[in-house]
């Protein structure tokens, strides 16, 4: 059975893949994100976010418990007004950003790292003389982004503070969320939904051709 591990502690990510019923583990890594931007320089949001994937998923891969398993790690960034927005962490940040966001658009993009940590072909090849199943690992470490514009109705102050003080904000990029309190002020998205929950379904299974893995395998039937 092929294992999945996610490289996240976002509850909202563990929860769409469940609802989308793919079995997978939760290993989180503790990748100092603002290390990570200041070594390699990246301002881009596009490119952060699968800066920050790459690493998330490559620092799981590392840990022992990794071996045999698929690795996915996720990022996501906000673009506004040509700046990118990682989580605001305090109410202030988070204010004057959703001040300015109100009535208008930005674009959120969600990086996707994949690495295959199961043995390949010529691990394979040593272990056949044991008698041990030979393993299936193509060495695979692949990304892709997804992107979706999202547009906000025009917000009162009332409302921003009301929002704020609930905390949701605080831990998300660009200070909002579509899959909980922060949906009511999102007027539409163009793009793909779950990009802007943090993990696109369709994006993972385009990544785990390159594994040689059907999204269908990871299916678990006994929660259906």
Not at 48 to 65: Q, S
Not at 169 to 186: R, V
Request: charged share 25%; aromatic share 4%.
């Amino acid at each position: 059975m092929t294992r999945l591990i996610l490289a996240s502690q976002s509850p909202a990510r563990t929860k769409l893949l469940t609802e989308a019923g793919i079995r997978h583990d939760v290993l989180v890594s503790d990748v100092d994100e603002d290390a990570v931007q200041a070594k390699y320089g990246v301002t881009d949001a596009h490119d952060t976010a699968l800066l920050l994937a790459r690493a998330k998923a490559e620092a799981v891969a590392d840990l022992p418990d990794s071996e045999g398993a698929l690795v996915i790690g996720c990022d996501s960034v906000f673009e506004f007004d040509g700046e990118s927005h990682g989580k605001p962490y305090t109410a202030e940040v988070a204010r004057e950003r959703m001040l300015r966001m109100s009535g208008s658009q930005g674009v959120l993009h969600t990086g996707h790292w994949l690495v295959d940590c199961r043995d390949t072909a010529a691990d394979a090849d040593e272990e056949d003389a044991t008698g041990n199943e030979t393993p299936e690992g193509t060495g695979a470490t692949v990304g892709a982004v997804s992107s979706a514009e999202v547009h906000f109705a025009r917000m009162s102050a009332r409302e921003i503070d009301a929002y704020i003080a609930t905390g949701e904000p605080l831990h998300c990029a660009g200070s909002f969320t579509i899959d909980g309190l922060g949906g009511a002020f999102i007027r539409k998205v163009d793009g793909d939904p779950h990009a802007v929950v943090g993990l696109s379904i369709s994006t993972l299974r385009d990544l785990l051709v390159h594994a040689n893995v059907g999204i269908t395998e990871l299916w678990d039937m006994d929660e259906q």
